[in-house]
């Protein structure tokens, strides 16, 4: 696609004020038509949202994603990063933000900076898990910082679940679900689709997410016979028996198993006439991932439902050794991957509808262990879609100076932005009221603010 | 089974513990691996005694079912004339079966395949169950993984040896050599890892440093000696800080290949890596507890001292205690169960800690296991995808023609395969629940982190076509199939009673409720006895694959 068909609804209001003053001269007159279509299409469907929550499961170096090119920050980056700094002329320069500063991605995501430079991407920095707002005093001194800081499964379930000291935790999304479940009246489909197995991050109290497979649904042969067969009524009738006599196991293994086969057939029949787009989709399993996101997304109106959240993975995120490649690699797969996802979200009408956004476990050590990276805290995370302020760089990007005010020994960076504000700012977005985001987010109080600003 | 080759001897052959001793540098090694069985002999299994039963039945099948890759007739009828106890002493005197012996004698022993159908064959058929069954639970603790790590085929065979001849050895040494072999070395990065150099800008790889402890021996918290986190002013108190995370990773530079000329160099697989001293940091470290490393050790003295201080931590016991009970017996052990088992742990009887031979009687020989629901309300566990599969085919002898088990690709049949998973979180972490009941309840069922409706979806119709298309006599097979035999069924089809009985029998320990029976009995005698392409077929089948499928199957207690 090219980039002058990537219009938010923002370029497309501001070209539109601005038209009449004469001052239009961003956007093609093509970019123009496709921008009017676009709000066309999303008046028909002004009320779905979906999120999706793309996990770099391992630990993303998002700072290695994330330049700073201005001559100081840039040579601070430099002196940090030591073996892993990429070159100046190695990066693909941004748009530079509004208050001016500059910065570039990596040279494998051409893709996030397409979306970026057509304002529907932004970053977010310095972003990780907070008790409260925390300085380098306090890290010193250990006031109130998030229990097990560094360790993969500790912090990855801190950022799906903000809930950081309880032991039985549930995840944002889940809660999200949980209140926002009854915007979706009676579909059989639950607000939570995953498409990368079981997660915190949409694990609710009272709600489960749908779990599919990229490749989608298929039939149960067990009960293939139809309702009636005998083979069936057997079965159901074990599983109806274990349901209320077995044991606690076996009683939630089969309940789960009884709404998989519930629910496969609704979805065999509703996938048959989904579509992902005209696009090409790269074969990566994340692009699979977020094709069957879309092709999900395509048949929302068979279920009737209105709020959506996804969830997909890309794994192999912990670089501690042959970074420069590995990491490459990522985000050249990611890059394409979001690339054509939100290509075929305009394509389908809901470009302004759908939102993408990375988490992470952690961010990595700006040091080097040779060559790779070690498990750190504060990092960089984007958001993308047509109702993203793109364009910008949002939240406090670090002083990278070793041993400086952010840094915590090595490069670990302090987090100036709180894992709740980033979600809060997004399920505002979704539908949640200032009540529910207190509930979703149960430390947000003790943030600044609770809308970074970056969603229209 | 049929035998892969004409070779008929049984004969140790191989003596690559003694090699690997004198290979793993500077360390005095209490415990040798186990030797390994002639990979090209049958494999022979005891005879067993024409005695009464000493054993019944269902208790047997209960307890190979914890014990082995599931009960078989020919291991029940076995055990059924001894006792539990004097089984397992069978099984310790046991060579071991290992992996890479045999996938050496395949035509490629860097294919994956070949590892996989190697890993089918050993726990379907190896005589050594036991040890089989500990190693696998082993490689779920000390996870290496073949999932984007780039390590090869065969050196994964390595690995899994290491665990296999180790697993009645010692747990120090167990520690020491995943430590040292090159495929934890890739997999957590310890290989290559070296000392600080302010001129190239880098420091210490912190990874095998944090992995060793949070996963391996201490986990992240100080525990009770029943594994209950023990608490001051309400907190839980940490192992071990960033900063031991950091001295431990300098304790660790300096290792390379075992057979390396110059620290970079190297590419051999097979044997332990060794020290370069040039790359090892040699300055004073304190690490947990306040131990000091003092400066100027050579990086094997300096690992000896980590690892002697791990291993003496109190709270090895009650956490891989805990671990293997998980992953042998049950998912929620009560804090007592878990006490005994690191008693053991701590001394087995004759003032040596670290026994496994003491460890695994205590978890297998447990009031708890033994007596299941009756001393423990919540006892049991989900059967993993793989061991239902190795149960299926040990219980009606499943293989392919010529005996190999040409299961080639498990990961994407039922989301799991040996040595592959997802990262070295396992493919379910100890302290999963579900949401729902048992979350909200405060039990844990690791298992439960591969059952969702995509993984139910494909595990139910994969194993609906392993039972109904693979039997023997269904015209319709190539050689390389699977084929179970489904003699046992077919000659008691005829009574829907028996054939119910015996399935009972020999996959659970009678441990299907009797309304769940009926069902299944008169659903069996629904379907008509006389079936293509022989009598008894149809029930057979039809009757398996419901047990196996029945949750009261597939959560074992």
């Known amino acids: 696609m090219t980039a002058s068909k990537h219009w938010s609804r923002r370029d497309f209001l501001q070209c539109a004020a601005a038209t009449a003053a004469g001052a239009c001269n961003r956007k093609s007159a093509l970019g123009f038509l496709a921008g009017m279509q676009a709000a066309a299409t999303e008046a028909a469907t002004p009320d779905y949202r979906a999120l999706v929550c793309i996990f770099l499961a391992g630990g993303n170096d998002g700072f290695n994603v994330l330049v700073p090119t201005d001559t100081g920050p840039y040579q601070t980056y430099k002196a940090s990063r030591g073996n892993l700094a990429f070159a100046s002329d190695n990066l693909l320069s941004l748009n530079p933000t509004p208050s001016g500063q500059n910065y570039a991605v990596s040279s494998r995501a051409p893709g996030l900076q397409n979306l970026y430079n057509n304002g529907r991407l932004a970053f977010l920095t310095n972003v990780g898990t907070l008790v409260q707002p925390t300085s380098k005093t306090d890290y010193q001194a250990n006031v109130h910082l998030p229990p097990q800081l560094f360790s993969h499964n500790d912090q990855s379930d801190q950022g799906m679940s903000c809930e950081l000291d309880a032991l039985e935790k549930i995840g944002w999304g889940g809660r999200m679900a949980d209140l926002l479940t009854n915007l979706n009246g009676t579909s059989r489909l639950p607000l939570g689709v995953s498409i990368a197995g079981n997660n915190l991050f949409q694990v609710g109290n009272s709600t489960v997410p749908y779990y599919m497979s990229p490749g989608g649904v298929n039939n149960f042969y067990v009960t293939s016979g139809g309702l009636q067969d005998p083979r069936t009524k057997a079965f159901n009738k074990m599983l109806g028996l274990t349901l209320t006599n077995g044991r606690l196991l076996e009683r939630e293994f089969a309940k789960s198993v009884k709404s998989s086969i519930d629910l496969s057939q609704t979805l065999i029949t509703a996938l048959a006439n989904s579509s992902s787009g005209t696009g090409i989709w790269p074969g990566s399993s994340i692009a699979q991932q977020l094709q069957m996101v879309a092709r999900v997304i395509s048949v929302r109106q068979t279920f009737g439902i209105k709020r959506q959240v996804f969830y997909v993975v890309q794994g192999g995120y912990d670089t501690h050794d042959d970074q420069i490649q590995r990491h490459g690699n990522l985000i050249s797969e990611l890059s394409q991957a979001m690339a054509a996802f939100h290509g075929a979200m305009d394509e389908l009408g809901v470009g302004n509808d759908v939102t993408s956004f990375t988490l992470s476990d952690f961010g990595r050590t700006l040091t080097s262990n040779g060559d790779g990276t070690d498990h750190a805290w504060g990092n960089v995370q984007w958001v993308a879609g047509g109702s993203v302020v793109g364009g910008d760089v949002y939240g406090t990007f670090p002083d990278q100076t070793l041993d400086g005010p952010d840094d915590s020994g090595y490069g670990r960076l302090i987090p100036t932005t709180s894992i709740e504000q980033y979600g809060a700012t997004l399920a505002r977005w979704f539908g949640a009221s200032e009540t529910q985001l207190e509930t979703i987010f149960p430390h947000l109080s003790r943030f600044d603010t609770a809308n970074l600003g970056f969603m229209a | ?557």
């Open chain 2, 1 to 557: 089974m049929k035998s892969l080759t004409c070779h008929q001897v049984a004969a140790k052959t191989l003596r690559l513990g003694t090699l690997l001793g004198i290979l793993l540098p500077g360390i005095a090694l209490a415990d040798l691996p186990a030797d390994c069985y002639d990979p090209m002999a049958t494999p022979v299994y005891p005879s067993t005694a024409e005695i009464p039963s000493v054993t019944p039945q269902p208790t047997a099948v209960r307890f190979l079912n914890m014990a082995t890759f599931g009960a078989m007739p020919r291991d029940v009828n076995h055990l059924s004339k001894m006792t539990l106890p004097e089984w397992i002493n069978e099984q310790y005197r046991m060579d071991a079966s290992c992996h890479l012996a045999t996938l050496n004698q395949t035509q490629n022993n860097n294919q994956r395949e070949n590892r996989m159908e190697i890993w089918f064959r050993h726990a379907v058929t190896a005589p050594d169950q036991l040890r089989q069954r500990v190693a696998f639970a082993l490689s779920e603790i000390f996870v290496v993984s073949d999932v984007g790590s780039g390590i090869p085929t065969n050196a994964m065979a390595v690995y899994y040896d290491i665990l296999v001849r180790n697993a009645f050895g010692n747990f120090r040494d167990i520690l020491e050599r995943v430590t040292l072999s090159p495929a934890m070395g890739r997999y957590l990065s310890m290989l290559h890892n070296q000392k600080a150099n302010r001129k190239l800008g880098i420091r210490a790889d912190e990874n095998y440093a944090r992995e060793v402890m949070q996963l391996f021996t201490i986990g992240l918290v100080q525990l009770s000696p029943s594994g209950v986190p023990l608490l001051q002013g309400g907190n839980t108190i940490p192992t071990y800080s960033q900063t031991d995370v950091e001295n431990s990773a300098k304790t660790l530079t300096g290792w390379s290949f075992g057979n390396s000329w110059s620290f970079f160099d190297g590419d051999d697989w097979r044997i332990g890596m060794k020290p370069f001293e040039g790359y090892h940091d040699r300055t004073l470290k304190t690490i947990l507890d306040n131990i000091v490393i003092p400066e100027k050790g050579l990086a094997a003295a300096d690992l000896k001292i980590l690892l002697d201080t791990l291993f003496n931590h109190p709270n090895v016991g009650p956490f891989i205690g805990r671990r293997l009970i998980q992953r042998l017996v049950t998912s929620n052990p009560s804090p007592d169960y878990i006490r005994r088992v690191a008693r053991k742990f701590d001394d087995n009887g004759k003032g040596v800690r670290g026994d496994m031979k003491a460890v695994i009687k205590a978890v297998l020989l447990d009031p708890e296991a033994l007596e299941g629901t009756q001393a423990n309300v919540n006892f049991g566990k989900l059967r993993e995808p793989l061991l239902v599969l190795t149960h299926l085919w040990r219980a009606f002898d499943g293989h392919s023609a010529d005996g190999t088990i040409r299961y080639y690709y498990p990961d994407s049949s039922i989301g799991q395969a040996p040595l592959s998973a997802p990262s070295v979180f396992n493919f379910f972490r100890p302290d999963f629940a579900p949401s729902g009941t048992i979350k909200n309840r405060g039990f844990f069922a690791p298992e439960f982190q591969l059952v969702n409706d995509a993984n139910n979806t494909r595990f139910y119709n994969e194993l609906f076509g392993l039972i109904n298309w693979r039997y023997k006599g269904n015209p319709y097979t190539n050689p390389f199939d699977i084929l179970i035999n489904i003699n046992n069924l077919k000659t008691r089809a005829r009574s829907p009673t028996d054939l119910v009985a015996y399935l009972n029998l020999i996959l659970t320990g009678n441990k299907l409720p009797a309304d769940v029976k009926t069902v299944l009995i008169n659903y069996v005698r629904s379907i008509a006895y006389i079936s293509y392409p022989e009598k008894g077929v149809n029930r057979a089948l039809e009757a398996l694959y419901l047990v196996m499928s029945s949750p009261h199957y597939l959560i074992q207690r």
